[in-house]
């Protein structure tokens, strides 16, 4: 079942509905130096494709537009050039909480409502280095 439905599912669904796990709430961003946002919702693969984009288009990253990526996934961050600044999501802390949680359901019976968050860090690299340095 492809949609996500079926009886299994639902239970399932309906168990652990109460359980949210939030993480830091970030996206891509370009930045203009003239301090003209741009705004893309992606993750760091996403904010490599408009790196690549602008250069082909003649625009130099960080001096014409500061670039922010989301996800810290290293091969991408670190293969970008220049290297991407990203906002890192703490996902192994995340899977981690979710997993405690998880157990605590099944062992306990009940949830704990609400949200539980996980800090995430900025990454700084090259991409969003101060004009001209």
Known sequence: MST???PGRARRGAALGRLRLVGCRAQPAVGRRDGEAVDDRGSD?????VADGLRD?????????AL???DNWLPTAEGCRPALTSVDLNLQ???RTAAELLLQAIQQGTTQPGAHTVPCRLVVRASSAPAGG
């Open 4 to 6: 996500g439905e079926g």
């Open 45 to 49: 693969a996403v904010a490599r494709g």
């Open 57 to 65: 288009n003649g625009r130099r990253v960080p001096d014409d537009i």
């Open 68 to 70: 922010v990526g989301v």
């Open 93 to 95: 802390q995340v899977g």
